[in-house]
């Protein structure tokens, strides 16, 4: 049993002028849960959460947020969302803890619910000792923790993030994925973003979206099993000490092989091998290496990362040539 | 309430933390410093600051756009509008916190001419009813000043351009009209009636008519009533400039 929906976006579409940004976007994002928005630059991410955020309203279609629709009960969904925007715009002459009060007397928060939640959410943030600071004065790292410390002031159930890790050095990535794994259960997280082993690691399902429609929705591993499905099968990576040329034609003439290619030469040469990539397939490679006096090295299967599945699926043009560089390695 | 009075004080202060706060005081000090000393602080002359309240817009007219001109193109630029926007506010009380906050400042502008007053106390004794109406038109005064600002910088996300379109409508709004009746009132027949309520009409929408009487002691209700609804004017116009932007 699904528990209930906590955002639900009906039909969306949003028109700026001629251009169509979202075309009848639908989703639902369940309670407690932590879902990536993915996309590439333009692809209307901005402009969905935009309007679940009550920025701008809808060209047509329904969306609510904590049971309150967008456009009718637009203040009771501000009250209940806290948003980060993506370039997390701040008052620079004021100090980190005034900012803060003040966004609290936005929100109508009385003030020792104020103090009480300021030293909570500075604590959460690491910015406790950042409150007496100019906010112009900050770093980019700091001033993203003040924005998610901003929209989690008012503990509300819904957070909405557009691209929070932007501008933060390696350990702070960590620390922010850290704190949004943290707030799974509690709230209902929607994480725009397009660094893709964020998703990997801290979100339950992913919404990709694509020049304003939704391309695909699913748990990660749905999504790159999607992905092996529609590629035609999963890659076989092979390494073998001897005469590259004469490997790759032997190799390619064994039946259910689609292609060979060659990534390395060398003494030691390195093939991709698409196909049915099953277990006799293996067998009859190694068989084949061997049998024909080279030296089998390493064999692996490659399944298809979430990284290939997002340019496959929005970039179709593309979808051929895989990153080969260091994809495998990693 | 309390979230337009938040709005409101962090516009006041921020006047306060930038150095554009100070000029505009330091300009506006010299320039009543000069009236004062020029105008009253003469031997033999009267122990009424009145002159010098009453040419009070002369120079609002220059100093009010940069009190306004950031409220909300500053918004604009910065993309701190979505913050705003996306936080539990209505439209009205958003709008209202900015004027609020301008208006405030204003006001703060205006009472540090009291020093004058205080100045002129320990030399004479002047008549406090005219000084107390003088001051309550000046209040009357900004808000209409302060509300054609606001409205400007809702429309523009330069600042420059806000302060530049708001210092020419009140420019016109306080002498245009006075001049071309003045100009044209000899040479209008009283038989044209049509042109005669032109220039009626000129008249009675310029601003500096309006403030003669309170620094005489005179509330005419008539001189109320055209700046709040010259305020409510451009709020509301405000307002939908700003429900416009968010269709958009």
């Not at chain 1, 993203?144 to 350990?171: F, M």
């Not at chain 2, 209505?90 to 906050?101: D, N, Q, W």
Request: proline content about 5%; charged content about 20%; glycine content about 10%.
């Amino acid at each position: 049993m699904q528990k209930p929906a906590e955002i639900v976006v009906d039909q969306i579409t949003k028109d700026y002028g001629r251009f169509r940004a979202v075309d009848h976007i639908s989703f639902e994002v369940s309670k407690g849960s932590v879902v990536g928005f993915l996309g590439p630059n333009g692809a209307g991410k901005t402009t969905t959460i935009r309007m679940l955020t009550c920025y701008m309203p809808p060209t047509s279609g329904r969306a609510s947020v904590a049971g309150y629709d967008v456009f009718s009960q637009s203040l009771q969904v501000r009250e209940n969302i806290g948003y980060l925007p993506e370039s997390t715009p701040l008052y620079h002459e004021m100090r980190v803890g005034e900012y803060l009060d003040y966004r609290g007397k936005l929100r109508g928060m009385p003030r020792a619910q104020r103090r009480q939640r300021i030293g909570e959410v500075a604590e959460r943030c690491w910015l406790g000792d950042r409150l007496r600071w100019l906010v112009g004065n900050l770093s980019k790292g700091y001033r993203q923790r003040l924005g998610i410390a901003d929209a989690l002031l008012h503990n509300p159930p819904v957070l909405v993030l557009d691209e929070p890790t932007v501008g933060l050095d390696p350990s702070q990535i960590r620390e922010a994925r850290r704190l949004i794994a943290e707030l799974a259960g509690q709230h209902t997280v929607l994480l725009s973003t397009h660094i893709l082993s964020e998703v990997e690691l801290v979100c339950q399902r992913v919404i990709i979206i694509g020049r304003g429609r939704i391309l695909a929705q699913g748990t990660p591993d749905e999504l790159k099993q999607q992905g092996a499905q529609r590629g035609g099968g999963s890659r076989l990576l092979v390494e073998v000490r001897g005469p590259a040329d004469q490997i790759k034609s032997a190799i390619a003439a064994l039946p259910g092989v689609q292609d060979a290619k060659i990534l390395g030469g060398g003494p030691v040469a390195s093939f991709e091998i698409t196909g049915k990539v099953e277990a006799a397939l293996r067998e009859q490679i190694a068989a084949t290496v061997v049998g024909r006096g080279w030296a089998l090295r390493e064999m692996r299967t490659a399944g298809m990362s979430l990284e290939e599945f997002f340019v496959q699926i929005t970039d179709p043009g593309r979808s051929g040539e895989r990153s080969d560089g260091g994809r495998e390695a990693a | 309430m309390l979230r337009t009075l938040a709005i409101a004080g962090r516009e006041i202060k921020a006047l306060f933390y930038a150095p554009l706060g100070y000029i505009v005081l330091t300009i506006y000090l010299l320039f009543v410093g000069l009236l004062f000393s020029l105008q009253i602080l003469r031997p033999g002359s009267l122990a009424d600051p009145g002159p010098m309240i009453a040419m009070n817009h002369l120079i609002m007219v220059f100093l009010v756009p940069f009190i306004t001109m950031a409220l909300f193109s500053e918004e604009y630029r910065s993309g701190r509008i979505e913050v705003l926007r996306t936080s539990p506010l209505t439209e009205v009380e958003l709008i209202f916190g900015k004027f609020l906050g301008a208006l405030g400042f204003y006001t703060v502008l205006v009472l540090s001419s009291v020093v004058f007053v205080l100045i002129l106390l320990a030399f004479g004794r002047p008549d406090f009813p005219p000084i107390f109406t003088g001051y309550v038109g000046l209040v009357l005064m900004g808000m209409l000043m302060v509300s054609v600002g606001l409205f400007f910088s809702a429309l523009s996300q330069h600042q420059v351009v806000a302060a530049m379109s708001s210092c020419i409508t009140l420019l016109v709004l306080d002498w245009l009209a006075t001049v071309l009746s003045f100009l044209l009132r000899p040479y209008v027949k009283p038989s044209w009636h049509f042109l005669q309520g032109v220039l009626n009409v000129l008249g009675y929408i310029a601003i500096e008519p309006h403030t003669t009487g309170f620094a005489r002691g005179v509330v005419d209700t008539r001189d109320v009533v055209y700046f709040l609804t010259g305020s409510f004017l451009f709020l509301a116009m405000t307002y939908v400039v700003m429900e416009s932007r968010r269709w958009r």
